[in-house]
């Protein structure tokens, strides 16, 4: 089995910082994506940012300019760095990754258990 140990989640203050990460452990044989979601109360979960296997990145529009998809291949370890927070910033922060995992090896998400980040004003 594939796990996803997330990390890095807060309270902070609107204009503060926080660097999410996200690691996969497991049996893993190609990771095509891997991304991060956030879901507020009342609100659908959004894709926040993703970056695939060739290293480009997409970032949802309320976000871009403030916060930075990153990754550590050896590792099997994507980062978010979230700067000039928001409260609307505020959710359940996700991490998913996507690619050829477990065994037998099919291809597949998985997702974190979600790590709740809450800017105050």
């Known amino acids: 089995q594939v796990q996803l140990v997330e990390s890095g989640g807060g309270l902070v203050q609107a204009g503060g910082s926080l660097r999410l990460s996200c690691a996969a452990s497991?049996?893993?044989?190609?990771?095509?994506?891997m991304g991060w979601y956030r879901q507020a109360p009342g609100k659908q979960r959004e894709l926040v940012a993703s970056?695939?296997?060739?290293?480009?990145?997409n970032y949802a529009d309320s976000v871009k300019g403030r916060f930075t998809i990153s990754r550590d291949s050896a590792k099997n370890t994507v980062y978010l760095q979230m700067n000039s927070l928001k409260p609307e910033d505020t959710a359940v922060y996700y991490c998913?990754?996507?690619?050829?995992?477990?065994?037998?090896?099919?291809?597949?998400?998985?997702w974190g258990q979600g790590t709740q980040v809450t800017v105050s004003s």
């Open positions: 970056i695939i296997s060739t290293g480009s990145t």
């Open positions: 497991g049996i893993i044989s190609t990771i095509n994506a």
């Open positions: 998913n990754v996507n690619g050829r995992l477990g065994f037998p090896s099919t291809t597949r998400s998985v």
